[in-house]
C-alpha cells in the first residue's frame, strides 16, 4: 500500500509517500509545498491545492492520512492553519482516497514509543525507519511520521474487519 502522509501548514506543507508491505516500510519520497507569504488567503490555499494535486498525480498514493492541528492561543493563525488543513484534506479525498487524521501525540508515540517526543526525536527515528530518505526537515520527517503512523493502524484495522478510526471519505 502506498500512503501520503500530511503535515499541514499554510507557510510550509509536509508530505512524505512511504510504502508499506505487511510489516515493511520503505520509503518513496518526501518534500514541501511551500506558499509565496506575499499573495493572498486563498491565492496561497490554491498553491498548497496545486502542489497536492501534483504530489497525488506524480506518485498515486492509495491512501493518506494528515495529522490533527491543536488550536493555539492565536485565533487568526488557528483559522488561517484550519484553512490549510482542509485544502490538504480535500485535495485527497477528491483524488478517491481515504483521508486517515491523527492526532500529533499518537503519531509520536507510533514512530517514537512516547506521545510527548520532540520533533528532533521524531526526526531521528524516522532515519532509523526509513534509512533510504536521507536528511529530511522536520516537515517532511513529520509527514512520513504520519504515513507511517497510519500504516500501523491501517493493517490493525483490517485485521479488525476494515474499520478504521478517524478515517474520511
Same mark, same amino acid.
Given at each position: 500500500?502506498?500512503?501520503?502522509?500530511?503535515? @499541514?501548514?499554510?507557510?510550509?506543507?509536509?508530505?512524505?509517500?512511504?510504502?508499506?508491505?505487511?510489516?515493511?516500510?520503505? /520509503?518513496?519520497?518526501?518534500?514541501?509545498?511551500?506558499?509565496? &507569504?506575499?499573495?493572498?488567503? @486563498?491565492?496561497? $490555499?490554491?498553491?498548497?491545492?496545486?502542489?497536492?494535486?501534483? !504530489?497525488?498525480?506524480?506518485?498515486? @498514493?492509495?491512501?493518506?492520512?494528515?495529522?490533527?492541528?491543536?488550536?493555539?492561543?492565536?485565533? %487568526?493563525?488557528? $483559522?488561517? $492553519?484550519?484553512?490549510?488543513?482542509?485544502?490538504?484534506? *480535500?485535495? &485527497?479525498?477528491?483524488?478517491?482516497? *481515504?483521508?486517515?487524521? /491523527? &492526532?500529533?501525540? $499518537? !503519531?509520536?508515540?507510533?514512530?517514537?514509543? %512516547?506521545?510527548?517526543?520532540?520533533?528532533?526525536?521524531?526526526?531521528?527515528?524516522?532515519?532509523?525507519?526509513? &534509512?533510504?530518505?536521507?536528511? !529530511?526537515?522536520?516537515?517532511?520527517?513529520? %509527514?512520513? %511520521?504520519?504515513?507511517?503512523?497510519?500504516?500501523?493502524?491501517?493493517?490493525?484495522?483490517?485485521?479488525?474487519?476494515?474499520?478504521?478510526?478517524?478515517?474520511?471519505?
Amino acid at each position: 500500500m502506498r500512503i501520503l502522509g500530511i503535515d @499541514p501548514g499554510l507557510q510550509k506543507t509536509g508530505w512524505g509517500i512511504i510504502e508499506s508491505e505487511g510489516h515493511k516500510l520503505s /520509503y518513496v519520497a518526501c518534500g514541501l509545498i511551500k506558499t509565496t &507569504p506575499s499573495l493572498t488567503l @486563498p491565492e496561497r $490555499l490554491r498553491q498548497i491545492d496545486d502542489g497536492m494535486c501534483d !504530489v497525488i498525480k506524480k506518485f498515486k @498514493p492509495e491512501q493518506s492520512a494528515i495529522e490533527e492541528t491543536f488550536v493555539n492561543n492565536n485565533s %487568526a493563525s488557528s $483559522l488561517k $492553519l484550519g484553512c490549510a488543513r482542509g485544502v490538504a484534506m *480535500v485535495v &485527497p479525498a477528491r483524488a478517491g482516497l *481515504v483521508v486517515g487524521e /491523527y &492526532p500529533a501525540n $499518537l !503519531v509520536k508515540k507510533s514512530v517514537v514509543g %512516547a506521545g510527548k517526543a520532540g520533533k528532533d526525536q521524531v526526526g531521528m527515528m524516522i532515519k532509523i525507519l526509513l &534509512p533510504s530518505c536521507g536528511e !529530511v526537515g522536520e516537515d517532511e520527517a513529520d %509527514a512520513l %511520521a504520519v504515513a507511517i503512523c497510519h500504516a500501523h493502524h491501517a493493517s490493525s484495522a483490517a485485521l479488525m474487519g476494515g474499520k478504521m478510526a478517524g478515517a474520511a471519505r
